[in-house]
C-alpha cells in the first residue's frame, strides 16, 4: 500500500493512544508518510510524549485549546486526606471497609501500582478489579461489564478510565495518585455524581504530592477541604492550602464550548522542521500559537 499521496494526517485522543502502547506505531506509521502534509493532533490532554512527537513531526504548530470546562459538578463532595506516602495502602483499605462505600473507582497513576492494590485489596474481602493499558480488550470489557452489574464493587483504573467511562451508580471516586496533569483531575472525578446524583471524590495527598494538589486547585479555583484520619495524617503544614494564583499560559486561540467544540486541545502544524521556542522554567512550558 503506498502512502506517498498522504496530505492530512488525524490522531486521535493522542493520550490514550499513548497510554495503550500505540505510539511505537504511530510513530512508524509518520516516518513513512511524504514529509510535506499536515498534522491534526485531538488530545483531551498533552503528555509530554505526544509533546515531543509534535516537536519531532511539525512546523511552527498552532495549538486551539477549547475553553476549560474544568469545573467539578457541584454535587461532587471533594476532600482530601492528608497522608503518608508508605501509608497510601492501609487507608485506602480502611476508607473501603466503610459501610458507605459503594461502586468505587480507584484512580492511580501507574499500571504496577494498579496490580498491586488489585492484590492488596483482594485479601481484605473487596471485590476487586484493574483496568488498564496492559489489559487486553476483553478483559477491559470483562472488568466494566462487572462493575456495571455490581460483581466487583472496586475498580482500580489509570487515566485510560478517566475519559469516556460511562458507569452509572459510582458512589466514590478515590485519587490513590494525584495526577500529574490537573485536568485529569476533573476528567476523574467526574465519573461519579451523573444524571443529577451526588458522589464523593477523595484524594490521599502525601507531602511528595504538593505541587500536583496545588496546582488542581488553582484549576478549580478554590482550596480543596482536608480532612486528616486519626492515625494516618501527615504533618499539617505539607499539604495545606497555598494562595492561589492564575496559571501562566501561552498564547492561544479560545472558543467557549457553549457555541461548539469537543472540549479537547487541537495542535496543528505543517511537517518537517521545529516548533517555535517555548518558555517556562520549572514547569511545564506551553506552546506559543
Known amino acids: 500500500m503506498s502512502l506517498g499521496n498522504v496530505e492530512i494526517v488525524v490522531l486521535d485522543e493522542a493520550d490514550r493512544m499513548l497510554d495503550m502502547g500505540f505510539l511505537p506505531d504511530v510513530r512508524r506509521i509518520l516516518e513513512t508518510l511524504p514529509a510535506k502534509r499536515q498534522n491534526l493532533f485531538f488530545s483531551a490532554t498533552m503528555p509530554d510524549e ?10 511552527a504548530p498552532v495549538l486551539v485549546e477549547v475553553t476549560r470546562r474544568a469545573t467539578p459538578v457541584s454535587e461532587v463532595r471533594q476532600v482530601v486526606h492528608p497522608v503518608a506516602m508508605t501509608r497510601k495502602k492501609d487507608l485506602l483499605q480502611t476508607l473501603l471497609q466503610r459501610e458507605e462505600m459503594g461502586q468505587t473507582l480507584v484512580f492511580t497513576r501507574t499500571k504496577a501500582r494498579a496490580n498491586q492494590l488489585v492484590r492488596r485489596l483482594e485479601k481484605s474481602g473487596r471485590r ?6 496492559n489489559k487486553s480488550q476483553n478483559a477491559r470489557t470483562r472488568a466494566l461489564a462487572d462493575f456495571r452489574t455490581g ?9 485510560i478510565a478517566a475519559r469516556g467511562l460511562d458507569v452509572d451508580g459510582i458512589s466514590h471516586v478515590i ?8 485536568e485529569d483531575y476533573v476528567h476523574r472525578i467526574g465519573r461519579t455524581a451523573r444524571a443529577g446524583k451526588s458522589g464523593d471524590a477523595i484524594s490521599l495527598a502525601a507531602p511528595e504530592e504538593r505541587a500536583q494538589l496545588a ?15 486519626a492515625g494516618f495524617a ?9 494562595p492561589l ?15 461548539g467544540g ?10 518537517g522542521g521545529r516548533p517555535r521556542n517555548r518558555s517556562g522554567r520549572g514547569r511545564r512550558p506551553a506552546w506559543r500559537a
Open 151 to 159: 460483581a466487583i464493587d472496586t475498580l482500580i483504573a489509570t487515566d
Open 245 to 259: 494564583r492564575r496559571p501562566q499560559s501561552g498564547q492561544v486561540l479560545r472558543f467557549d464550548p457553549n457555541r
Open 50 to 59: 505526544i509533546e515531543a512527537l509534535i516537536r519531532r513531526t511539525t512546523h
Open 175 to 182: 485519587n490513590f495518585d494525584l495526577p500529574n496533569v490537573p
Open 128 to 133: 476487586v478489579v484493574a483496568i488498564h493499558g
Open 234 to 242: 501527615a504533618p499539617a503544614d505539607t499539604v495545606e492550602s497555598g
Open 215 to 229: 496546582a488542581i486547585e488553582r484549576l478549580v479555583g478554590k482550596p480543596i477541604r482536608r480532612e486528616h484520619i
Open 262 to 271: 469537543s472540549g479537547r486541545a487541537k495542535r496543528s502544524g505543517s511537517a
